[in-house]
């Protein structure tokens, strides 16, 4: 499985979000991670390592994505 990501892609997680969802979009990349809920637009900043972790899949740029 591919697991290289960058800026504004969208991203399943392995487990959902309190809201239902397990989309979210990348909104910064560094030594942490920040990640948008596309549900409920929380944020939430993980480091790089326990984010590549409980990544499931990238499915590419949210122009790709359909717009909720």
Do not use: P, Q
Not at 26 to 48: F, T, Y
């Amino acid at each position: 499985m591919d697991k290289t990501f960058k800026l504004n892609d969208i991203v399943v997680m392995k487990k959902n979000h309190a809201c239902g969802e397990n989309k979210w979009k990348i909104i910064r990349v560094g030594v942490d991670v920040k990640i948008r809920c596309l549900s409920c637009g929380r944020e939430v900043m993980l480091d790089r390592l326990e984010f590549t972790r409980k990544l499931k899949k990238v499915l590419g740029e949210e122009n790709e994505e359909k717009k909720y």
